[in-house]
């Protein structure tokens, strides 16, 4: 480089040449500084114009599959999302690995369902929380009052909130919230993809209640592996019956095994139904005693594998494992 170059490669004369032209031109047309303007100069003193790169994507880390659903209804493709739990993966069991661990790390935030559902890893979230790293309990915005909380949770709220889909469109506005504070500039963005996601769960709601009422209510007793389906018994009208609780940490006794088959028994259910996500010895051993027919596989605490088709529907969605799973209780049980 001579003692004549900027480091740029733009002789200096040549700069204040373009900068008395530029002048003049701004007094002329009133124009203030512009990106026009600069990048005009390029061509004229041989400088080469900088690379135009687009803007980072904010990296997300989700926990169970329906909140990584949720998730990027409202994200859209303005953010990389990791979803930690699968398909088939029971949450109530769940321990993070080494790698959940640096993706929960590296994330510009972390959202997850809350009230205990995530188990062992609730505690690490709150420390998060705590040591100032963003983290969102999307449930936070549902009203306590219209919360579960019987007495065989041991004073916990029930976390299945997703099963009445009327609730769980109240996790919208949290994740919209949130993704806001993150990427300001798209916040309009966000909220419209949250009103498209309301309008859809309104429409999934209505048809979930029309096709709970396929069903006589004296007919609507749903018998399953674990208590997960309260929000959904209450939101569509159905008893619900677990051979478990909240958590599928303990296993039933036998005494459990046998009220439950005297129970079928005594109402004459015909079909009682498994859990993708909670092995299904115990409910197979129960179809055995109590003479019935297991009614097809329902998803509780885990989505499907994005593609996979029943029923017509997309299991790895969450229209898709709601209308799945209510196709095949009314069925069953017709």
């Not at 032209?21 to 600069?38: E, I, Q, T, Y």
């Not at 949720?70 to 859209?76: D, F, H, N, P």
């Not at 919208?172 to 498209?196: D, G, H, T």
Request: glycine letters at 8%.
């Amino acid at each position: 480089m001579t003692g004549n170059e900027n480091r740029t490669g733009c002789n200096p004369q040549d700069i204040g040449a373009l900068m008395q032209r530029f002048n003049r031109r701004r007094a002329l047309k009133g124009l203030g500084w512009s990106a026009v303007a600069l990048s005009s100069w390029a061509p004229w003193c041989g400088c080469s114009k900088p690379a135009v790169t687009a803007p980072a994507r904010a990296q997300i880390t989700t926990t169970v599959s329906m909140v990584t659903d949720l998730v990027k209804r409202v994200a859209g493709d303005r953010c990389l999302i990791q979803g930690l739990m699968g398909p088939g993966v029971d949450p109530h069991l769940y321990k993070a690995t080494a790698g959940d661990v640096i993706a929960l790390q590296k994330a510009d935030i972390t959202f997850y369902v809350g009230l205990h559902l995530e188990g062992k890893m609730q505690d690490n979230f709150e420390k998060m929380s705590q040591s100032g790293r963003k983290v969102r309990a999307i449930t936070s915005a549902i009203p306590k009052e219209r919360l579960l909380k019987p007495a065989e949770f041991e004073g916990n709220f029930d976390p299945h909130v997703w099963f009445d889909v009327e609730l769980w469109s109240l996790c919208l506005k949290p994740v919209a919230e949130a993704l806001s504070e993150l990427a300001p500039e798209a916040a309009a963005y966000f909220q419209q993809n949250a009103n498209a996601a309301l309008k859809s769960f309104e429409t999934l709601h209505s048809w979930a209640k029309a096709k709970a009422a396929e069903l006589p209510e004296n007919r609507r007793i749903l018998v399953t592996s674990h208590d997960a389906y309260n929000y959904f018994g209450r939101a569509y009208g159905f008893q619900v019956v677990a051979l478990q609780g909240i958590s599928t940490v303990t296993e039933a006794s036998l005494a459990d095994l046998t009220r439950l088959v005297d129970f079928i028994k005594a109402r004459r259910i015909p079909s009682i139904f498994v859990e993708s996500s909670v092995p299904r010895n115990t409910i197979d051993r129960i179809s055995h005693d109590a003479g019935v027919r297991v009614g097809g596989e329902l998803f509780s605490d885990a989505m499907g594998t994005p593609g996979q088709m029943e029923n017509g529907y997309d299991l790895g969605t969450y229209d898709g494992m709601i209308r799945h799973n209510l196709t095949t209780i009314v069925e069953g049980l017709k």
